[in-house]
């Protein structure tokens, strides 16, 4: 017995050392713990960080989409202020356009376009590519001073009967080549729901149907007689009233009205595209059924 306590008897020095010891190995286990926390945390930071970027990433792709605004060829001598706005122009440039137009002139290349307006090439270069000139005014043989007004002096022999698009038949429909009998049945119902054509552009508008054949009906089809519509006051107009319109969906109907009542009353039909998920790029048919 005095044996075996003989082995656990330390004198004052060998218990310090002993003490130190343990205190060195304790400060070991603490640092290797604090070390691996420290890593597990750095670790599951990183992975947190590149699934919230990868996350906004994806929304700024959506959101890029969603505010494009798909552009339609038109007519450039046609431009209205809010679309000279939707393309670039500045004010001074649109004011020039019109002037020219109201001495009953047009332009007939993007180059007149550009003497008129005085844009820019880059800008005009971007624009250009959807501008649509009737094919008569292309003729590089025409003989005309320059900004001659081409839509009075059509040559006779390139004289076009245009029919109405407004009382076309299927079969009328169907003689355009990729017009088939459920494209012209599809053109006839979106024209009974819209009450009837209001301007050209709209057949871009029929679901299904390639700009390329549209192109091809327009070169025989145009809104000759125009439907009496009555304008939809979107001061006054209830949700349903506005979901009417082809061109509006219900939610932002909904919208439309929310704007109303919180801001009293719609001044200018460009406040509309404030609205969310408001179809900009149709702006310019849908004012053609609004009202203030």
């Known amino acids: 017995m005095n044996l075996f306590k003989s082995h656990f008897k330390f004198n004052k020095q060998e218990r310090s050392g002993i003490f130190f010891l343990l205190f060195f190995l304790i400060i070991i286990q603490l640092g290797y713990y604090l070390y691996q926390s420290n890593s597990v945390d750095q670790s599951y930071s990183l992975v947190l960080e590149q699934a919230i970027q990868t996350k906004i990433d994806s929304l700024k792709t959506v959101a890029s989409k969603k505010d494009s605004v798909k552009v339609y060829p038109f007519n450039p001598n046609f431009i209205t202020d809010f679309k000279g706005y939707t393309l670039g122009m500045s004010v001074d440039e649109i004011d020039r356009l019109h002037e020219f137009r109201k001495k009953d002139e047009f332009v007939n290349s993007a180059i007149e376009f550009q003497n008129v307006t005085k844009v820019s090439d880059s800008l005009l270069s971007s624009i250009s590519k959807y501008f649509k000139f009737p094919e008569w005014t292309q003729n590089t043989n025409r003989k005309s001073p320059k900004y001659k007004n081409a839509y009075t002096s059509k040559p006779i022999d390139k004289k076009v009967v245009y029919k109405d698009l407004n009382t076309a038949t299927a079969e009328e429909l169907q003689r355009i080549n990729g017009i088939g009998v459920k494209l012209s049945a599809r053109i006839i119902k979106f024209r009974d729901r819209l009450g009837g054509f209001l301007i050209d552009d709209q057949l871009f508008d029929v679901y299904g149907l390639e700009e390329e054949v549209v192109n091809k009906a327009l070169k025989e089809f145009k809104v ?14 209830t949700v349903e009233e506005l979901a009417k319109l082809i061109y509006l969906q219900k ?27 408001f179809p900009s790029e149709r702006i310019d048919r849908i004012t053609l059924y609004l009202s203030l």
């Open 224 to 237: 000759i007689s125009k439907p009496n519509i009555t304008k939809i006051n979107v001061n006054t107009a």
């Open 251 to 277: 939610h932002v109907a909904q919208g439309i009205v929310n704007y109303r009542n919180l801001n009293g009353s719609i001044k200018s039909l460009n406040e509309l595209l404030k609205i969310e998920e």
